[in-house]
């Protein structure tokens, strides 16, 4: 069985990753990535060693899925962004429960741990079409006779 439907990621915020501008405060954006999908996220809002984004993603799943992966990276005017670590978000569980609270999830950099995201899941399996029209009615039901 395939999984095929919508996928919401709520990319919440993040905490503990290293400031890797040495004047100034990092500038972080995610890179969230489904198989050949990919979005961007806006800078997100600093706060210390916190940012928060609250933005929301949509990614169309079409077969059985592998893992969601998100990549933070830091904005740099004058030279090339920073890596700052990366979450695998696996989504097998996702396809079962079709809907996953923000939690945190590790942000892994060179195998170390460096700090966490959190990020919000939702599944919206696509209906078949036989059951689309028979929960929602056909042309009979909806038209009036008088």
Avoid at 26 to 32: G, L, T
Avoid at 73 to 92: H, W
Avoid at 123 to 143: A, H, V
Wanted: hydrophobic share 30%; aromatic share 10%.
């Amino acid at each position: 069985m395939s999984t095929r439907g919508t996928l919401e990621v709520l990319l919440v915020s993040a905490k503990g990753l290293d400031n890797s501008d040495f004047l100034s405060k990092s500038d972080p954006y995610a890179v969230i990535t489904y198989r050949t999908q990919e979005k961007t996220s806006g800078i997100a809002s600093v706060q210390g060693s916190s940012s928060e984004w609250n933005e929301s993603f949509l990614f169309s799943i079409s077969s059985d899925g592998t893992d969601l992966k998100i990549k933070l990276m830091d904005k740099d005017t004058f030279t090339a962004d920073d890596f700052m670590g990366e979450a695998t978000i696996p989504l097998q569980p996702l396809f079962v429960e079709n809907n996953v609270p923000p939690m945190a999830y590790h942000v892994v950099k060179d195998d170390k741990y460096c700090g966490e995201i959190r990020v919000g899941l939702t599944f919206t399996p696509q209906r078949s079409r036989g059951l689309e029209e028979e929960s929602y009615g056909g042309w009979k039901q909806s038209s009036c006779v008088e």
